[in-house]
């Protein structure tokens, strides 16, 4: 587990997600986790299930874990 790293400027956090297996996927992922607020980027990836944030601060996991769960996918946690 590798913790949240960045500059002051920003806090970059791989989470891994299970079931994704599309762009589509990636997409759904992408759009739940970019609406909490403070998110800069979000780049997910099927075939690894890694989703890379970028943030202003450390987000709350339980935050990450419900957007994840709306796109309907389950959090595995931080990479």
Not at 32 to 54: D, F, L, M, N, R
């Amino acid at each position: 587990m590798t913790a949240p790293t960045g500059t002051s400027d920003s806090v970059t956090t791989v989470y891994k997600v299970s079931g994704m297996s599309c762009g589509h996927c990636e997409g759904a992922v992408s759009g739940e986790i970019g609406e909490i607020p403070g998110v800069s980027s979000v780049k997910a990836v099927a075939s690894t299930g890694e989703v890379t944030v970028v943030s202003e601060a450390a987000l709350d996991e339980e935050a990450v874990r419900a957007a994840v769960d709306e796109a309907g996918f389950e959090l595995v946690g931080r990479a």
